[in-house]
């Protein structure tokens, strides 16, 4: 059997970890919205037409922060056409996923939503097809109290007290030739900061996030940044980054090591922020909002047989596998390496696309493979993130050198006095021995030590097998003088959760 060292102290640390980190998305797309979130016929229906049995899994999930209404969607969104009476909004020709969009949803009732599931808003808004104007109107609609215009039309629209949206962001990979809309650095860098100017006159208490690249792969990357940044420092606080992965060549442990690029995404964009930060002698430091991420490929070959103009068809519905839960784990890892900078993060979406849960329409709500980890990390990381000193055997692929088997981080919750080991053992056939130094953490025992592990790397939950990968607890793991033991099985995920004794 093969062993990793670990170190863990309290006065190594990474940071204070934002809630925020672990947020989600939720577009006009597909059946994330009508028929995920929102259905009305449905025998589990609230008032407002919310399904209650998807409220309760995000709620599961303690998603902090919900980003809406897009991802591409959004680039061609008029927001007025989603509030006011249902029965007067109109239905649309949707560009960016080629369908039919009704507006029976809108800004009002996500508002409504998100307080059903206790998330915060992250509004974005249109800087493909639309720009300043249009962003004020709507800033002033959601945020200002009353005695205008647009602040009074949302009174009249039933919401007397403003939503106070505090998070917004600048359009939607505004870099991929993709987006309606599409925008050189420039052109994006000057339109984001003088939308950035009047919303933060409107209301200068929000945040905004300025669009980074669509992944570290675009061919206009950290030049994009740079330039967006040159535009906007003074006005944003965020800079946006995105990526997915997929395993399409069905090389697991190639696929397992992909947060190494994620890692380096993470540590390029940085350098980006203080380069433009040094350049200008700004005080103020820019962060990252990682707010979209997941893997996406498994509904590639499904969606290009779906005919356009449809109302809310099956799009981009991933069935996820026990490794791409692995990969997942491992994501969140490293969005927790790197807790100082990374403020804000959004998997990707939140239900049926790309999603960790699944429904159908008229029936079950279930879990995939990607909500556990998804869901541990959310419930347990919250505290500080911990910097760990990893001694780990490693293996090469075909496109990563020196893979640490050990992919692991620590979050220490202080004022609850629990210690959190979050790890996954990507070796395939071995499994590790994990003996953890707890140092500076005396009297902290082991409380539980769960695990998600299964023999077939392409295990799936469905409807009718929903239960296929779940977690489950090892037995075992223990503290004694100090010193950390646990096994981690081949290809495992693992939350190893410590408390002081009482
Ligand atoms: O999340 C699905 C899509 O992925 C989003 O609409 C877009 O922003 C990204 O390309």
Redesign the pocket.
């Known amino acids: 059997m093969k062993k990793a060292k670990m170190i863990l102290d309290k006065d190594f640390l990474v940071g204070k970890v934002d809630d925020r980190i672990y947020g989600s998305?939720i577009?006009h797309?597909g059946r994330a919205i009508y028929g995920g979130i929102y259905e009305p016929d449905h025998p589990e229906a609230d008032e407002s037409g919310f399904r209650k049995d998807v409220i309760s899994l995000v709620r599961e999930l303690k998603v902090p922060i919900v980003r809406y209404p897009?991802?591409?969607?959004v680039s061609g969104y008029n927001w007025e056409d989603g509030v006011g009476p249902k029965d007067q909004r109109p239905r649309r020709l949707e560009l960016?996923w080629r369908t039919i969009e009704t507006n029976q949803f809108g800004t009002n009732e996500f508002v409504d939503w998100a307080k059903k599931v206790d998330a915060e808003v992250m509004m974005a808004i249109n800087l493909g097809t639309r720009g300043v104007d249009a962003a004020r109107n709507f800033i002033e609609y959601c945020n200002h109290p009353g005695g205008t215009y647009w602040s009074d039309l949302r009174r009249s629209h039933g919401y007397e007290e403003p939503h106070n949206i505090k998070v917004w962001c600048l359009g939607?990979?505004m870099d991929?030739p993709w987006q309606i809309g599409h925008k050189t650095a420039e052109e994006y860098g000057r339109i984001a900061c003088e939308a950035a100017k009047v919303m933060k006159w409107v209301d200068p208490s929000i945040e905004l996030v300025a669009c980074g690249s669509?992944s570290i792969g675009m061919p206009t990357f950290a030049e994009w940044e740079a330039t967006v940044l040159d535009h906007t420092y003074e006005h944003v606080d965020y800079i946006s980054l995105?990526q997915y992965y997929g395993n399409r060549d069905n090389d697991t442990p190639n696929f397992l090591a992909r947060t190494m690029d994620m890692d380096l995404f993470i540590k390029s964009v940085i350098s980006i922020c203080d380069y433009i930060k040094a350049k200008k002698r700004s005080k103020k430091t820019i962060n990252l909002s990682f707010d979209?991420w997941n893997v996406w490929y498994h509904s590639n070959e499904a969606d290009r047989k779906i005919e356009p103009w449809s109302i809310a068809p099956p799009q981009?519905e991933d069935v996820y596998t026990f490794e791409d839960a692995l990969l997942v784990g491992s994501m969140l890892i490293t969005l927790l390496r790197h807790a100082d900078r990374v403020k804000m993060a959004c998997m990707?979406?939140l239900v049926n696309?790309?999603a960790p849960i699944m429904t159908e329409n008229g029936g079950a709500a279930w879990r995939q493979t990607i909500f556990y980890p998804y869901m541990h990390a959310s419930v347990y990381g919250r505290g500080v993130a911990l910097n760990p000193v990893v001694n780990s055997p490693v293996y090469d692929t075909k496109e990563y050198s020196d893979v640490p088997c050990l992919d692991s981080t620590a979050v220490w919750n202080e004022e609850n006095e629990e210690l959190t080991i979050f790890a996954v053992n990507r070796d395939m056939e071995d499994s590790l021995v994990l003996e953890c130094d707890l140092r500076n953490f005396p009297g902290y025992e082991v409380v539980e030590h769960i695990v998600m592990e299964h023999e077939d790397v392409k295990a799936r939950n469905t409807r009718d097998n929903p239960n296929n990968v779940v977690p489950s607890h090892r037995q075992g793991t223990e503290v004694v003088d100090g010193l950390l033991t646990a096994k981690l099985n081949n290809l495992s995920w693992n939350v190893i959760r410590l408390a002081k004794a009482k």
């Not at 897009?70 to 969607?73: A, D, I, K, L």
């Open positions: 998305f577009e797309l897009g991802g591409n969607f960016a939607n990979e991929g669509s995105h979209e981009l990707a979406q696309v790309i």
